[in-house]
């Protein structure tokens, strides 16, 4: 075998094994971005699992106490102390009927910062003739970060 062919071989293997370098990180950048996707949408999806759980219109002290209870694990404690401080920002029950069922994400997109945003909607239930139906739904929207102990919301609005 020639020299040229000898650099020929050795000039396709470096192209191949960089293909495959190349092809095995966007492979593994593509999967951690839909891991995290989906990660979002169970933290906000949780979150919804506790809304009813939360009284705002009960004494500070109770609001506060189920707050910490049922949002701390779904929701930054920067914003989770600024809810305490003023339920009527949070989400949560705000009246005996109807009541914040669960929280329908309709929307995750990539944020700045490594970010998240989730749109959607807060599902609310209430007695019917029929037994417990839909009467309404509020459209929100959540930032979320990751942190050490997983993704947490640091921001809400209601849309």
């Known amino acids: 075998m020639t020299i ?18 190349y092809g095995y990180y966007t492979y ?23 809304l009813q759980k939360v009284p705002l219109i009960a004494p ?14 779904y929701v930054h404690p920067d914003l989770l102390n600024k809810w305490k401080a003023n339920p009527s920002e ?9 009541w914040p069922d669960r929280i329908d994400v309709t ?4 944020g700045k910062n490594g970010t998240y945003v989730a749109t ?16 309404g739904t509020v459209p929100v929207k959540f930032t979320l970060s990751k942190g050490l102990d997983g993704w947490q919301i640091t921001a809400y609005e209601k849309l």
Do not use: C, H
């Open 120 to 135: 959607a909607n807060i599902v609310e239930m209430a007695n019917g003739a029929d037994g417990q139906e839909v009467v």
């Open 28 to 50: 593994t950048f593509s999967q951690s971005s839909n891991s995290d996707t989906a990660q979002v949408r169970i933290t906000v999806a949780g979150l919804g699992d506790q």
């Open 90 to 98: 949070a989400p949560g029950r705000q009246v005996s009927s109807p």
């Open 60 to 73: 500070p002290n109770i609001v506060a106490f189920a707050m910490d209870q049922y949002y701390a694990l």
């Open 4 to 21: 040229w062919k000898r650099y020929a071989v050795v000039a396709l293997a470096a192209v191949v094994a960089t293909g495959a370098a």
């Open 107 to 110: 929307q995750v997109t990539k």
